[in-house]
């Protein structure tokens, strides 16, 4: 970083500092403005699930893009960091906290500390007793405690509520293909929608794969998938990129159209959103669980 690139930062931390105590003397020398400003798609669906609108600075590049974000809609009343923004970007809005996660830049992160930003850095998100420890982190840090719990409140109830609708059900076999060269197994956030949704994933169970890793091509064709889960508008489109793909173009499952589908952002959710996920998966396995 040059010398006129530090003079930026530290100008800029000045002036966030000077409106942060110009706010404080407005509310009382005891409390002083949150703001915070959201580096990732999952700190953004944590921090608008339980933030006052009035502590929101600025949410990421990407919150605002339905594929990615569940909460596209509600983004829209906030400002949005640049794609791949530094530091200076985040520092307009003047932060008091930058919400960022193990795979943001170690760039980004360290010059927001050396501007004497406080950051979170989330590094656990693969199952939903992750979101809810990190929806208490953040309640903490924002002083909205009390509105955390109630959001986990809410998660566990719709979570109980699908678990006995889809008590007794077979479970559906299923894989989730990928046009990059890599399938999820367990400790995955595909992992996680099966466990909720009456699924049995096949690259965990029968692959033994963890995380994301190439897929067993020949030992692939003689699993017995009973659907692919796919992401997008309609299932023909959601297949059309699988359909002329070794190995997924030789699966009956694939060439039969035997689908799930489910949007976009849902397979890689990392927050308390991922419900969602779980909701319209079993729906589109257990139908018939849903028609009551």
């Known amino acids: 970083m040059t010398h006129l690139r530090q003079l930026c930062l530290i100008l800029l931390l000045l002036s966030g500092a000077a409106w942060t105590g110009l706010c404080a003397d407005a509310r009382g020398a005891g409390s002083p403005a949150v703001r915070v400003v959201s580096q990732t798609v999952g700190t953004d669906e ?4 339980i933030a ?4 929101i600075a600025a949410l990421s590049a990407l919150s605002g893009d339905p594929d990615f974000s569940a909460i596209s809609t509600e983004a829209r009343a906030y400002p949005h960091l640049k794609p791949n923004g530094d530091a200076e970007d985040a520092l307009q809005y003047r932060p008091t906290l ?3 996660a193990d795979y943001s830049r170690a760039e980004f992160v360290d010059q927001m500390r050396v501007a004497g930003v406080k950051v979170i850095v989330f590094r656990r998100y693969i199952t939903l ?3 809810y420890a990190n929806l208490r982190l953040l309640g903490r840090a924002i002083g909205r405690e009390a509105k955390a719990e ?10 109980d509520a699908l678990r006995k609708r889809l008590a007794g059900c077979r479970p559906v076999r299923v894989i989730a293909p990928s046009v990059y060269g890599v399938i999820p197994g367990y400790d995955t956030t595909f992992q996680d929608l099966c466990d909720h949704a009456g699924a049995v994933n096949l690259a965990a169970t029968l692959g033994g794969l963890h995380g994301h890793q190439s897929p067993p091509s020949e030992q692939m064709l ?3 998938v009973d659907r692919v889960v796919v992401a997008g508008s309609t299932v023909e489109a959601a297949l059309a990129p699988f359909r002329h793909l070794p190995p997924y173009e030789y699966m009956a499952s694939v060439r039969q159209g035997r689908a799930a589908l489910i949007h976009p952002f849902m397979l ?5 959103y991922r419900i969602d996920g779980y909701e319209e998966l079993a729906r589109a396995l257990h ?4 028609a009551r």
Request: aromatic share 6%.
């Open 287 to 290: 139908p018939r669980r849903f």
């Open 129 to 131: 007793e992750d979101a």
């Open 150 to 159: 109630e959001v986990i409140a809410d998660c566990r109830r719709r979570v």
């Open 52 to 55: 006052a609108p009035g502590q």
């Open 46 to 49: 944590l921090l608008v699930a």
């Open 268 to 272: 890689s959710c990392v927050s308390q």
């Open 98 to 100: 930058v919400l960022c």
């Open 222 to 224: 003689t699993w017995p």
